[in-house]
């Protein structure tokens, strides 16, 4: 069983434009920025002090892109250009052929010829359809710009198999846990393949519908109890109990 250390700092809450730390040393994370010598919130959350990076986990609210992290992206259009992907925030993110298409596959988008008969094109565009869930990189995101994304890349690309589900994009450190204690007591205790993507969305495969049903219903009490301490425990206890009560092996 993972036990929570007793001597964990304590969780502030604070509220837009509140000084986090005057600390030279400090460097603004997600949910703070800089002004002047203080580092301040831009949210209302829940601040947190990392190494030198002082961050604010938001209590609500969709997703901020950052460059680097890696999410799950719905398909829902596409233009003669481009895919628009939701991402789960404020705007929708952008993909481009460049970005989706490998060397390896680039000659199946070129025009072939068989004898005198020249094979159309493929259009590059018919890789992802609409309704297509993707794993994705951001490989560029600020505040006044769209965000945009590739599927180049290892265990990157369309989802072809498990479920996927959405909590609230905040909450998603709380799934991973300190050192990735919560996401490894489920991985361990429900048998099941879990990728937990920054954007609050969560791909899950388990061993049967009975582990995944159970795996979802406690990735919403890890949601719901997002705030509250000694999480790791009570979870842990609540999936040996159901595993027994529901006879899942």
């Known amino acids: 069983m993972t036990n929570e250390s007793n001597n964990k700092p304590e969780r502030v809450l604070v509220s837009p434009g509140e000084v ?16 002047g010598d203080d580092i301040i919130s831009v949210f209302i959350g829940l ?7 002082v961050n604010v986990v938001p209590l609500n609210g969709l997703y901020d892109p950052q460059m680097g992290d890696k999410i799950i992206g719905l398909v829902v259009n596409k233009t003669p250009t481009k895919w628009l992907i939701d991402i789960n925030a404020k705007s929708l993110a952008l993909l481009s052929p460049k970005e989706a298409i490998d060397k390896s596959e680039s000659h199946k988008y070129k025009k072939q010829k068989v004898g005198t008969y020249k094979i159309p094109k493929k259009n590059k565009l018919d890789k992802y359809n609409v309704g297509d869930l993707l794993i994705c990189k951001i490989i560029s995101a600020d505040r006044l710009s769209t965000p945009r994304l590739t599927t180049l890349g290892h265990k990157l690309g369309k989802i072809r198999e498990g479920v996927v589900m959405e909590i609230s994009a905040p909450k998603i450190p709380r799934v991973i846990g300190r050192r990735a204690s919560m996401v490894s007591v489920l991985k361990k205790l429900l048998n099941s393949k879990i990728f ?5 969305r969560i791909w899950i495969k388990g061993k049967s519908y009975l582990h995944e049903d159970l795996l979802i219903e406690i990735i919403e009490k890890i949601e719901r109890e997002a705030h509250t301490t000694g999480l790791t425990n009570r979870v842990t206890q609540t999936i040996i109990r159901e595993i027994e009560n529901r006879g899942i092996e």
Do not use: C, F, M
């Open 47 to 53: 601040k947190n002090i990392h190494g030198k990076y």
């Open 20 to 35: 986090l730390s005057s600390d030279p040393n400090h460097v603004p994370g997600r949910g703070a920025v800089r002004d």
């Open 196 to 200: 937990i993507a920054q954007n609050g």
